[in-house]
């Protein structure tokens, strides 16, 4: 799996996509709370929930990348999370769903591009692991254990997705700016 760097990243951008679809809650006296911020900053580590069991029984290929990393889970949590959503705020739905999924799956899809044992991207149905053909990150070692040279490796890698993925940003903002001077 690649480290938390790499899955805020990658929340991160599903939040700059859907904020204009979703003003932040003002409230009196305090200003915008930067609810969505932080829902994609959750759902984007969510599926990794269950490294908490891991780091605690010492176990962390047992109970790491099973069960929450499968896409039907997270269809469900998702589900669940619009639905409660549109309970509290009458509506959002769709959105707060979509937002959801996006970033859960994202995460999932993440971790099958990982040099690692794959995903049960498709756990109750099948306990089967998915990989992609291809991978794209080196992701964490914790086999190695803490101070592994190799961290320092994911380390590396993982800040060149994030400066690739801010520079991506800054080039599509400024692309904007241009389109409205024009314009
Ligand atoms: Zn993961």
Request: proline content about 5%; glycine content about 12%.
């Amino acid at each position: 799996m690649p480290s938390p760097i790499a899955h805020l990243t990658a929340g991160y951008v599903i939040y700059r996509m859907a904020r204009r679809h979703e003003p932040e809650p003002v409230v009196k006296g305090i200003g915008p709370l930067p609810g969505l911020l932080l829902v994609t900053a959750g759902f984007s580590l969510l599926p990794d929930v269950d490294s908490v069991v891991g780091l605690l029984t010492g176990d962390f290929g047992r109970y790491h990348n099973n069960a929450t990393h499968s896409l039907l889970v997270g269809t469900a949590v998702s589900l669940l999370f619009g639905a409660g959503m549109k309970r509290w705020r009458g509506d959002g739905f769709r959105f707060w769903t979509g937002v959801a999924l996006a970033c859960y799956g994202l995460h999932v899809l993440m971790d099958a591009a990982t040099w690692g044992r794959g995903v049960m991207a498709l756990w109750p149905l099948t306990d089967n692991r998915f990989r992609f053909p291809f991978i794209l990150f080196y992701g964490l070692h914790w086999s190695q254990g803490w101070l592994s040279i190799r961290h320092l490796w994911t380390l590396f890698t993982e800040l060149l997705f994030v400066l690739g993925t801010v520079l991506v940003i800054f080039l599509r903002l400024n692309r904007r700016r241009l389109r409205k001077s024009k314009g």
